[in-house]
């Protein structure tokens, strides 16, 4: 379905020429399809505006397109294809506390990862890890040894956000600062890039993921205005002017519908059409889905709703030391949650759907 998205979204880019990513090609893209037509302006939802809570009301249906949301949205834990867990934890040393990436082997045996210094992982196929190096670009991680895909993708001299790459079958799409508009460009997983790419009219664009509008595949991306995120969509093979769908933070797209957050609260809104309507009326910073479920956080208590609506499963608490939840996500079909206390010290554990801990996977040392 991704390779399919892919084909419909941008026709002729699979079928381009390719070129070495790790060449001094600075094709001027002249083919490009440009969106320069601003966009309508929506209102969102008033912050005042509430709704009774799912319990006591007609609740969410959550139907997640789990392959799409957990590959382009996990940032918690990586699971590789012969079991071991990838994830970060907190290393002291001569320069102080900072965090380090390790591989878990589940027998007793933690091993650090030779990544370069503030390089963070978007993205894990079983075997490779794809992570950000500040002084390269994106590369990939196989058996001890890295390798830059291509030079094109370093933008900056500081990490992207996670979204400004997406990783479907086929390839990956990434996101390039252009003068005020954003470039997305297109590469394979051995680096070469096509000749052909289209632009958003916004700088600092990123990629949210596609959906089904009006009989045509679109691409969904975001960008910011002051603080405030504008989350459009386009088809990519014109230069008609594009739908904006919703204004917040944290948008997934899944089940036909796009989530997002808008002040703390978490919104759900039909892509084909239709008004926003509000989840939940509990606090909401990160929220994440499980089968039919959503999870979500308020940074002290983990919540699931469902058709049978909103319940407290998990306090920060329950995890050892902690009085926060820092992050929570799913790797192959299970929950994991991330607490903490201070700056540095964290907890990361597996739950089951009910917020019953299964393990404690890691807890570092207070300090």
């Not at 026709?11 to 390719?18: Q, V």
């Not at 995120?229 to 917040?248: N, P, Q, T, W």
């Not at 479920?293 to 995890?319: P, R, Y």
């Amino acid at each position: 379905m991704r390779h399919s998205f892919i084909a419909a979204v941008m026709g002729a880019l699979l079928a381009a020429p390719l070129i070495s990513g790790c060449s001094d090609n600075n094709t001027s893209y002249e083919s490009s399809s440009e969106l320069t037509t601003e966009a309508p302006e929506t209102t969102a939802p008033a912050e005042e505006e509430t709704t009774e809570k799912a319990s006591e009301a007609e609740s969410e249906e959550i139907s997640a397109n789990m392959a799409d949301v957990v590959s382009n949205g996990n940032d918690i834990l990586y699971i590789m294809d012969n079991g071991d867990y990838v994830y970060v934890t907190e290393k002291n040393d001569q320069d102080g506390p900072h965090e380090v990436y390790v591989r878990d082997n589940r027998k007793g045996s933690t091993e650090e990862l030779d990544l370069p210094e503030y390089s963070v992982v978007y993205h894990c196929d079983g075997e490779k890890l794809y992570y950000y190096s500040p002084d390269e670009g994106l590369c990939v991680y196989d058996e001890g040894k890295s390798s830059l895909l291509s030079k094109d993708t370093k933008s900056a001299d500081f990490v992207p956000r996670r979204e400004s790459f997406y990783f479907f079958d086929d390839g990956i799409l990434f996101c390039c600062p252009d003068g005020e508009e954003t470039e997305i460009k297109i590469m394979d997983y051995s680096g070469k890039l096509s000749q052909e790419s289209f632009h958003i009219d916004h700088k600092n664009a990123r990629i949210v993921g596609y959906a089904d509008i009006g009989g045509k595949t679109c691409l969904i991306c975001s960008y910011d205005v002051g603080v405030k995120e504008h989350i459009i969509a386009f088809d990519g093979a014109s230069s008609a002017s594009y739908k904006e769908l919703a204004v917040g933070e944290r948008p997934v797209i899944t089940g036909g519908k796009l989530y997002y957050i808008d002040f703390n609260k978490l919104y759900s809104i039909p892509v084909d059409g239709g008004e926003p309507k509000q989840v939940s009326e509990t606090p909401c910073m990160k929220y994440c889905f499980l089968g039919d479920k959503l999870i979500f956080t308020d940074t002290k208590s983990v919540f699931s709703l469902d058709s049978s609506g909103e319940k407290e499963i998990m306090d920060c608490s329950d995890l050892t030391e902690c009085d926060f939840i820092k992050e929570i996500g799913t790797a192959d079909g299970r929950l994991f949650v991330r607490g903490g206390s201070g700056a540095f010290y964290s907890c990361l554990a597996e739950t089951d759907e009910n917020g019953s801990i299964i393990e404690e996977i890691y807890s570092g040392e207070k300090r």
